[in-house]
């Protein structure tokens, strides 16, 4: 039966357009997923084989400057306590990834864009650097910031960013957010950090209040587009201290469902891009991210935050990983990983095939 979709896929995959993506985002039948997943993970086995790389995620300060409608850490939530860990810590915790062999890590957090901050990251780059002996990698995830800074960054050892763009479709990002955020300027960060060297991912929020099917297909075009390196997106999941908390009744089932899809058809449309199975997947159901390495993803960044902090950044509700701490997490993915025929390889940047045949090409 899934036979009947395989012609589709394939031209969707050499040619997409937006109706024939929007299609299949709109098609609920259980064996397209079955088709779309099956496809996906064969390009990805293809492109990149049955590798799987751990960032470890550091989510060191859920101090933030901006205020988006659906985020639990936005800035006029006043029921969040506000932390940021010491120097100390974060080396700690880095040091942790580079003892575990981890390739790479991720410096997460609010955006803050003030001098100190600034001055705060270019530090711990040059520690990370140094304490690893050059050899972890080093993604940056703080939000928009100014070429300089970006640039400062970039010398002091950064060498991936990710900034999600939330939604291709201007219109809707003004509608999930203040007046004084722009999706232009995000937009032209994505261009600064081209401009600056680095490896780039976005991504969006699927299944957010107000948004079409129409919208999610010119969010993969739109990656096309701007020939992105890595992509991070996860499905929204309300919070409820936040303006989108209760807007719209929320099917968790859909949501993974939806993310599972747009993972596929991005797969299958970027082909040698860096996926992440995001955190959000996991949310969803336990096994979340092992579905998202079968759609074709083939990132995970396990979260080495310390426990004490992980209350903190609950970005939406029901944030998993609460009190499974990093050894444990490292333990659990390991075997599920392999359990799927997957090699979680260690010691390596894995970097953006995409990106690399960039350079030489
Ligand atoms: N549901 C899912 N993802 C969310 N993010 C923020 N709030 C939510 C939510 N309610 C995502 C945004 C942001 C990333 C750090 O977390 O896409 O870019």
Request: aromatic content about 8%; proline content about 4%; overall charge neutral.
């Amino acid at each position: 039966m899934a036979r009947s979709y395989d012609a589709i896929l394939e031209k969707t995959a050499l040619q997409p357009t937006r109706q024939g993506l929007r299609d299949l985002l709109e098609n609920d039948d259980p064996e397209l997923l079955q088709a779309l997943t099956r496809h996906a993970y064969h390009v990805k086995t293809r492109e990149l084989g049955r590798n799987v790389y751990f960032r470890g995620i550091i989510e060191f300060s859920n101090i933030c400057t901006k205020d988006c409608y659906y985020c639990g850490i936005r800035k006029s939530n006043h029921l969040v306590n506000r932390y940021e860990l010491s120097e100390e810590e974060i080396l700690r915790e880095a040091r942790w990834c580079y003892e575990n062999h981890y390739g790479s890590l991720v410096l997460q957090s609010g955006e803050r864009r003030d001098p100190a901050f600034v001055d705060k990251i270019e530090w711990l780059l040059k520690e990370i650097k140094s304490l690893s002996h050059g050899s972890l990698g080093v993604t940056l995830s703080v939000g928009e910031q100014d070429l300089k800074t970006y640039e400062r960054w970039f010398q002091a050892g950064a060498h991936r960013y990710l900034l999600r763009i939330e939604t291709s479709n201007p219109r809707l990002y003004s509608s999930l957010h203040p007046k004084s955020h722009s999706w232009e300027e995000r937009r032209r960060c994505l261009d600064y950090l081209r401009q600056s060297g680095y490896q780039v991912g976005t991504g969006f929020l699927i299944g957010v209040p107000g948004q079409t099917f129409d919208d999610m297909a010119g969010d993969i075009l739109f990656l096309k587009e701007i020939d992105i390196d890595m992509v991070g997106m996860g499905p929204f999941i309300p919070h409820e201290e936040t303006p989108l908390g209760s807007s719209a009744p929320f099917d968790p089932l859909r949501q993974l469902t939806l993310g599972l899809k747009m993972i596929a058809l991005v797969r299958m449309v970027m082909k040698d891009v860096n996926i992440a199975a995001t955190t959000a997947l996991q949310a969803l159901s336990p096994t979340g991210r092992e579905l998202g390495l079968r759609a074709g993803a083939n990132i995970i960044m396990p979260n080495v935050t310390d426990l004490a902090y992980r209350r903190g950044y609950q970005l939406y509700q029901n944030k998993p990983g609460l009190d499974e701490n990093a050894v444990e997490q490292r333990i659990n993915l390991e075997q599920s990983i392999e359990a799927l025929g997957e090699k979680v390889c260690y010691g390596e940047w894995g970097d953006s095939l995409h990106f690399k045949k960039r350079q030489k090409g």
